[in-house]
């Protein structure tokens, strides 16, 4: 007869305003180029060069790429400064 031990209850809790759990999404389009994509990923993102580039890549096959992960407050400015340069974003 084999004996059973009971596992210890643990409690577990979460800080929700350091969860990161939005992403940046980048679209596909027409009208950039790849190069100007990618120096935007880099001046704004902080993408180094060969990660702004597979991100432009994937949003061109994929029609979307996820470019950035964090808060909705961390995103936000990012969001809004790629409009400006007339690169279409959203956060999800």
Do not use: R, W
């Not at 190069?35 to 979307?64: G, R």
């Amino acid at each position: 007869m084999a004996l059973t031990k009971k596992a210890p209850k643990v409690n577990f809790s979460f800080d929700t305003e350091t969860i990161d759990n939005s992403h940046l999404i980048l679209y596909n389009d027409d009208i950039n180029s790849f190069e100007y994509v990618i120096d935007c990923l880099i001046k704004v993102c902080h993408h180094d060069p060969i990660q702004a580039e597979q991100c432009a890549t994937i949003a061109h096959f994929n029609d979307k790429c996820a470019i950035k992960t964090g808060s909705f407050d961390e995103l936000k400015p990012l969001h809004q400064q790629l409009g400006a340069l007339n690169l279409t974003t959203s956060i999800d």
